[in-house]
């Protein structure tokens, strides 16, 4: 699916470079992905807006030529539900770890899916906070070493994408950086979907989480991905004990429900009629 773009058009080529994440790490992937997702989509860069949070993700706002709002840890869903409600004009992408949305960003991303307000969250897994320290996250499994869990990780983890099926999110994806291509079809449809898109993308981190779970080289962990990624239709067709350390990949939900800023409109031109 890859084509070439002008790349330069949609980077601050002159600032921040070269990238700060560390040889290996994948979310120079995911940025691609969504450059060449707003490239397809045939998007105005000067009217989208991306929001980021604290962590590594948070960088991403740094290299693009948007509109960009780097906000405080774990409130970037809370900075983008003003600016959305505030412009809706503009394509709002959120780009957040799974520290900073699932932990302290938490209770937004729970209500931010509730309300259902039109956005697109790529939800950067990396299993474990790297930016900070190397501390277990939301997502980290039970057992894997962290810096806050030496001995392994003894708190149940998050599945980011069944919490925001359950919280009310009208679009709820998963990818993984080995899959770019299909990575980059996600992130279209997560764009293109009216109201609470959420992608999860499933990004190895080599240097912290995977030297801690001896989990080999950066290009060893892209093909465990590989091996353990099934997509959501072969799920189905296997047993929860087939499942145990497996990637369901694909789109968990995909819905037309109302949207936020269009039903506050539609309330202020009731209570004006009256």
């Known amino acids: 699916m890859h084509k070439d773009i002008d790349v330069y058009n949609y980077l601050r080529h002159e600032k921040k470079f070269p990238l700060m994440w560390c040889a290996g790490c994948g979310n120079g992937i995911i940025l691609g992905s969504i450059i060449r997702a707003v490239d397809t989509l045939g998007l105005d ?46 394509t709002t992408l959120v780009v957040t770890g799974d520290g900073d949305c699932l932990a302290i960003g938490g209770n937004h991303f729970i209500h931010a899916s509730r309300r259902n307000i039109d956005m697109t969250v790529f939800l950067f897994n990396n299993n474990i906070y790297g930016m900070t320290g190397g501390q277990a996250s939301p997502t980290t499994p039970l057992g894997k070493i962290a810096s806050t869990a030496r001995r392994g990780n ?30 980059d079809e996600l992130a279209i449809m997560a764009i293109e979907k009216k109201g609470f898109s959420v992608l999860e993308i499933i990004t190895p981190c080599p240097t912290i989480y995977g030297r801690y779970n001896r989990l080999g080289s950066a290009v060893a962990m892209l093909k465990t991905q590989c091996e353990n990624s099934v997509s959501v239709e072969e799920s189905h067709e296997m047993k929860p004990e087939e499942l145990e350390d497996k990637i369901v990949t694909g789109v968990f939900v995909n819905k037309d429900i109302p949207e936020f800023c269009e039903e506050y409109d539609l309330l202020i031109e009731r209570s004006q009629k009256k």
């Open 45 to 90: 860069k000067n009217k989208v807006a991306m929001v980021s949070g604290i962590g590594c993700s948070g960088r991403t706002s740094t290299y693009v030529d948007f509109n960009t709002l780097h906000t405080t840890h774990g409130r970037a869903l809370a900075f983008a539900t003003g600016l959305k409600h505030a412009n809706n004009s503009l």
């Open 154 to 183: 003894i708190e149940n983890n998050f599945d980011a994408c069944k919490l925001a099926e359950a919280a009310g999110a009208s679009f709820v994806a998963r990818g993984t950086t080995y899959d770019a291509d299909g990575l």
